[in-house]
């Protein structure tokens, strides 16, 4: 696995092509994802968040290969591009995870063009995810032929059941938790818990969630009803 002086290197060297491809146009580099939170597993992408000053078709193609130039069995890149139009259309709940917390500046900034998030950002972001786990996963247990199956595409439902909760505590409590590990000294609930748990281990998970898919799904789904029934209360 690589170490974090190994990951800053390629950073550096990222900004560098970027800075080269794009010059001027280039606004805001920034580092986002498990290697920037400090939680990164073997499976992790070196995640970085790009904005230019608007995105064509070319810097599509031309961002994307300078990704793939970069990636191979053991550095694999991953990320988001984005124009400043669309940075300033996009809602600010959606922004917290991308700006506000847990991303790391490497070039540029864009503090002008960000609105601070309110309580009632996080507690949409929160309120969005829990429907959307709570859909996804009753679609499963109503329809899924084979849960062994569904319940390995589910990586990211339950990683969002992470970031919801990083935002529950940025409006209940004005903290942020950086690290699944460390979140989980904060919870009190057994399913918040156990869904952050998921979200840490799943790369060791793999047997354990197949073997045992209906008990995941359900845990998805009770954790996405019972969020819900929180925001209500």
Not at 5 to 15: C, E, H, M, R, Y
Not at 51 to 59: A, Q, S, T
Not at 111 to 116: I, K, N, P
Not at 131 to 145: E, G, P, V, W
Request: hydrophobic residues 40%.
């Amino acid at each position: 696995m690589l170490d974090q002086s190994q990951v800053n290197t390629w950073l550096g060297d990222f900004v560098t092509k970027l800075k080269d491809r794009f010059r001027e146009r280039l606004v805001f580099v920034g580092h986002i994802g498990s290697w920037a939170r400090g939680e990164p597993n073997p499976e992790s992408d070196i995640d970085c968040l790009v904005v230019l000053d608007k995105v064509n078709e070319n810097d599509i193609s031309t961002l994307r290969n300078v990704f793939q130039g970069m990636s191979d069995a053991e550095f694999k890149a991953g990320g988001i591009l984005v124009s400043c139009e669309e940075l300033d259309q996009t809602p600010a709940f959606h922004l917290v995870q991308l700006f506000y917390h847990g991303c790391k500046a490497l070039y540029g900034s864009v503090e002008d063009r960000l609105t601070e998030p309110s309580v009632e950002d996080y507690v949409t972001d929160v309120r969005l995810k829990a429907c959307d786990n709570l859909h996804t996963a009753r679609h499963h247990l109503l329809f899924s032929r084979d849960l062994s199956e569904s319940v390995l595409g589910l990586k990211f439902n339950f990683y969002n059941c992470f970031f919801a909760l990083q935002n529950w505590f940025l409006a209940t409590q004005g903290k942020y938790v950086a690290r699944k590990g460390d979140m989980l000294d904060y919870l009190d609930d057994p399913d918040d818990a156990e869904v952050v748990r998921v979200a840490r281990d799943w790369y060791k998970l793999s047997d354990e969630l197949t073997a045992h898919a209906q008990r995941y799904v359900e845990l998805l789904e009770r954790w996405g009803r019972k969020t819900l029934k929180k925001l209500e209360d």
